[in-house]
Nanobody, 127 residues
Framework: QVKVVEYGGGSAQAGGSLRLSCVASGYTHNSDCMGWFRQRPGKSREGVALIDSEGRTVYSDSVKGRFTISHNTAKTILYLQMNSLKDDDTAMYYC?????????????????????WGRGTQVTVSA
C-alpha cells in the first residue's frame, strides 16, 4: 500500500520562498515519474513540475525559472523548492507518484494523472 503525504505548505510573502516535501511510503521512484500539481482557487488542477527516475525534469511555464523539483539520493522524498513566490502561486499543492504511464514528461504535465496522490498542502502567498 502506497501512502503519499505532502509537507511544508504555509504562508509566505510575495518574493519569498517555501520548500515542499513529499513522502511516498511503500514507494521508491525507480521508474515512471513523480510530480507536483496544484489547484488554484476557482481553477482546475494543473501540472507544476515532473521528474522522471533519471532526474529529467519539466516545468509549467508559470513556474519555470522559479521552482525546482528534485528528490533525495534514495529517491524516497520528493521536493519542490519554490522561490520568488507570487500571489498567483496561492493554491493547494499535491504530490503524485507514477504520473507518466510511459508517456513523455512534457505530455504528462498537461494530463494531470497519478497512480497515487497525497491530500495536498496549502500554500498562501500574500502581496
Amino acid at each position: 500500500q502506497v501512502k503519499v503525504v505532502e509537507y511544508g505548505g504555509g504562508s509566505a510573502q510575495a518574493g519569498g520562498s517555501l520548500r515542499l516535501s513529499c513522502v511516498a511510503s511503500g514507494y521508491t521512484h525507480n521508474s515512471d515519474c513523480m510530480g507536483w500539481f496544484r489547484q488554484r482557487p476557482g481553477k482546475s488542477r494543473e501540472g507544476v513540475a515532473l521528474i522522471d527516475s533519471e532526474g529529467r525534469t519539466v516545468y509549467s511555464d508559470s513556474v519555470k525559472g522559479r521552482f525546482t523539483i528534485s528528490h533525495n539520493t534514495a529517491k524516497t522524498i520528493l521536493y519542490l523548492q519554490m522561490n520568488s513566490l507570487k500571489d498567483d502561486d496561492t493554491a493547494m499543492y499535491y504530490c503524485a507518484a507514477n504520473s507518466c504511464f510511459d508517456s513523455p514528461l512534457e505530455e504528462s504535465l498537461d494530463r494531470v494523472l497519478g497512480q497515487w496522490w497525497g491530500r495536498g498542502t496549502q500554500v498562501t502567498v500574500s502581496a
